[in-house]
């Protein structure tokens, strides 16, 4: 794993050299999943809050989707549920606008262990 975070870093800081902020998004987005992999939450979610105002600015709902999902987990876990909240909101508006009933059944499932109390733990699945 290594190796793979290497290469993505190098790709990342050839992106923001270039300006290429869909690059920069997506390899955030790749860094961030390996930080969640080896446990090292804030990290990602540095990564993720990056990714997620990057998919906002290009008008990617799809990444907006793919990567608040996470961001708002990562929030709620940290005891930022408020934030939490919005983001998953957002989310669902997102998918329910891509026509994804699975991705709006998935954000109101962690809007509601949110409202129940529970925190979402971070998961890639």
Do not use: H, Y
């Amino acid at each position: 794993m290594n190796d793979l975070f290497k290469s993505l870093e190098k790709q990342l800081e050839t992106a923001r050299r270039r300006d290429d902020f869909p690059t920069v998004a997506k390899v955030q987005w790749q860094l961030a999943q390996l930080d969640i992999k080896q446990d090292d939450f804030v990290s990602a979610l540095a990564r993720v809050m990056e990714s997620l105002t990057l998919n906002r600015k290009l008008g990617r709902i799809d990444g907006v989707c793919a990567v608040g999902l996470i961001a708002g987990q990562l929030m709620a876990a940290g005891g930022q549920k408020e934030q939490a909240r919005e983001i998953l909101t957002e989310v669902r508006n997102g998918f329910q606008k891509l026509g994804q009933p699975r991705g709006v059944q998935q954000a109101d499932k962690l809007i509601a262990l949110l409202n129940s109390g529970g925190p979402p733990q971070p998961s890639l699945n």
